[in-house]
Structures are given as C-alpha cells and as structure tokens.
C-alpha cells in the first residue's frame, strides 16, 4: 500500500555531526528510489538518487544507502549544517509499468547549534 | 535556466467552488505530475500528463481533473470543493523517453489550497 504517515519523527542532531535519516519502503518491486527536502512553505527539492542495482551512491556531503532485502533506505549527511534542517522524503517508483512517486512518511531533521 | 514555477502560489474557495492551478514544468522538460500534500504528510500522487494526455492516474475522484498544453505546462482543475481538500498542490517536472526514467522529478513550490 502507499505510505501516507500521519506523524512525523524529528531526529535533532548537533551542527557538525553526522545524520542518518532511515526509510522504509513499500514496494517490493520499486527499483528508483529518491531522497528530497523539504524547507518550510517549498517544495521538495531533490537531494540524490539511487537505482536498485546499487547499494550505495554518495554525493556531496550525502550518501544514500540501499538495503533491497529488508526493504530499507537511509540518508547520511555529514558534519550537519544549520542550513540542513528540513523536512527529508524518500519516494519510491516501479519503473516497470508506472509512472508515480510513492513518498515515504518524511523525518524532520533539526540541527542543534 | 528556469525551474518548475506554480500560480497562483496562495487561495482560498469556498466549498462548492472550483479551483484551476496552474504549472509551467523546468525548461526542457516534457511530462508534468501533480500531487496532494497534507499537512505533515508526504505528497500523494494525483496524475500525470505527457502528450497532452492522462498518463496515470493516483486514487482522486473524478472532481480533480488536469490538461496539459503543447507548450508543455498544465493545469489542475477541482470542482464542488470540500473542506477535506485544503493542501498544498504541488507540480513536478520530468523528462520523458527511453532510458529516462531513472530521472528525478523536480518540484515546483506549490500553491497552497485554503478551502472555508
């Protein structure tokens, strides 16, 4: 089923430490998978990518981990900024026969100066 | 080079009324989706144009309709309004065709939806 989430979890991190966000997805057959965040009053912005063939991509100050068998995302970030706190989405597509992001619950992240 | 840009970007109806957004998608690209955000929730897919046609549609009753131009932008429409639609709309751009599709969808800022 999709993920709706009526709660949103908060992780409070302190500025220059690392975050880890987790996600858990839904769909066995999804194969691209999104992170994006959220500043108040915007839209989602996208933040990195992984396909399933993968396990791990990195970028800047970000890495993204893929755990296909437990069905499990998450989202490092390294040595956290002010400038990081946001609302973080992961989505979910099936490539194969549908066109749709199935967005995960989402964490609010908040950096401790 | 422009991203995805959203008008209006603040309205409120009244119930009953209906309601047109509109969307321009990031320059270049092709297929345009919209989504529903609640409230401390995640977006939820409404539909999807490419071609100036449906291509997909999430679970929305037949009151949320939408229409795509040859320019590429979109529009979304919601008649007899409920309070239960009060959201925040957004619209997201992408790029169609083969060996596309492991491309992210980038989101305009919204417009956000006040039903009284």
């Known amino acids: 089923g999709e993920s709706v989430g009526l709660h949103l979890p908060t992780l409070s991190v302190q500025e220059g430490d690392n975050s880890i966000i987790n996600c858990a997805y839904s769909?066995?057959?999804?194969?691209?998978f999104i992170w994006y965040k959220q500043e108040s009053g915007k839209g989602p912005q996208f933040i990195i990518d992984i396909r399933s063939n993968m396990d791990k991509r990195q970028g800047q100050r970000v890495t993204v981990l893929l755990n296909k068998t437990v069905k499990h995302l998450s989202l490092q970030i390294a040595a956290t900024q002010p400038g990081d706190s946001a609302v973080y989405f992961c989505a979910e597509m099936a490539t194969s026969g549908t066109y749709k992001y199935i967005f995960g619950t989402g964490t609010r992240l908040k950096v401790l100066a | 080079d422009a991203g995805v840009t959203q008008s209006p970007t603040h309205l409120i109806k009244t119930r009953g009324q209906q309601v047109t957004l509109r969307c321009s998608p990031k320059?270049?690209?092709?297929?345009v989706s919209w989504y529903q955000q609640a409230l401390g929730q995640g977006p939820q897919f409404i539909f999807q144009?490419?071609?100036?046609?449906?291509?997909q549609r999430g679970n929305f009753p037949d009151r949320f309709s939408g229409h795509q131009f040859p320019n590429y932008s979109s529009e979304l429409n919601v008649n007899a309004l409920l309070l239960g639609d009060s959201a925040l709309y957004l619209c997201?751009?992408?790029?169609?065709?083969?060996?596309?599709?492991?491309?992210?969808?980038?989101f305009g800022d919204g417009t956000r939806l006040s039903i009284l």
């Open positions: 144009y490419y071609e100036e046609e449906e291509r």
């Open positions: 320059s270049g690209h092709d297929t």
């Open positions: 769909n066995s057959a999804s194969d691209y």
């Open positions: 997201a751009s992408s790029l169609a065709g083969s060996g596309r599709v492991y491309q992210p969808q980038h």
